[in-house]
């Protein structure tokens, strides 16, 4: 199996979350692509919220990639403003698929996970507009300066439904 791991990370946590899951995941599958989206601006911590609440869809400068090669998708942002970061949408405006793929979504935030439903159920309400299946388990992590507080508990579940073949 080939699953391709979407990230954006402004600060850092969002991408060690990533690397967390990875550790798991290539224990479960042939081969597991992590993905960076790159920023063209890095914005401050006001900026980014200002971008989320507006929903905009700001420059990328890693666009154009073929996410039809993997079976698997997992998406991963930060919360900004309890919103999931827009760098998000841009990378899947860019890299359309031409099927529906099996996708995890996770989200990470400085909050406590109990305040994060809000921005799930935004983040999955917009990735409906894409050729997505999203699976019901999400995983949510909540972060303090690169670390995982909480979250890491239901990893197996998430991967167990991702892999699965229903």
């Keep these: 199996m080939n699953i391709g ?3 954006y990370s402004r600060t850092g946590n969002t991408k060690k979350a990533s690397e967390k899951l990875i550790e ?3 224990s479960h599958a042939e081969h597991v692509e992590s ?3 790159l920023h063209e601006k890095k ?7 200002r971008l989320a609440m507006k929903e905009e869809h700001p420059p990328i400068m890693n666009a154009e990639m073929d996410l ?6 997992i998406i991963a942002t930060p919360v900004w403003a309890s919103r999931p970061a827009p760098y998000v949408y841009t990378f899947l405006d860019q890299n359309s698929l031409t099927r529906e793929i ?7 935030s400085g909050g406590s996970n109990e305040k994060q439903q809000k921005p799930q159920e935004i983040f999955r309400e917009n990735l409906k507009n894409y050729k997505l299946n999203l699976i019901s388990t999400s995983l949510i992590f909540q972060m303090n300066k690169g ?3 909480d ?3 239901h990893i197996d579940a998430f991967i167990n439904e991702l892999l699965s073949e229903s």
Excluded at 43 to 49: K, M, P, S, V
Excluded at 68 to 73: A, C, I, Q, S
């Design 151 to 153: 979250g890491t508990q």
């Design 24 to 26: 798991k995941l290539q």
């Design 68 to 73: 039809n090669k993997f079976d698997r998708l």
């Design 43 to 49: 914005l401050g911590f006001f900026g980014a919220a």
């Design 5 to 7: 791991l979407i990230f």
């Design 35 to 37: 993905i960076e989206i």
């Design 147 to 149: 670390i995982i507080k």
């Design 102 to 108: 099996k996708t995890g979504v996770f989200l990470t």
